[in-house]
């Protein structure tokens, strides 16, 4: 598999299909493994702050808590 690098005004990166799927698949998995350590840390620091969180569903409230 190459890259094809051109220096345009814009810098570019051409690549194949199959190439361009690898990398999305990556970015996405990596988006993932990041929005689930940022919501661990979140809820470590709500936890240890002492921080009580609710919310409503249908205007029933609930205590929002979560162990770790």
Sequence with gaps: MKAH???LENNC???DEEYFN???KE???NQE????????RFLKYVKESGIKLSYKVNDIPYLF???L
């Design 22 to 24: 690898e990398i999305k």
């Design 33 to 40: 493994k990041i929005n689930e350590i940022a919501e661990e």
């Design 13 to 15: 990166v051409i690549v």
């Design 65 to 67: 808590h979560h162990d």
């Design 5 to 7: 690098v051109m220096k």
């Design 27 to 29: 970015s996405e998995f």
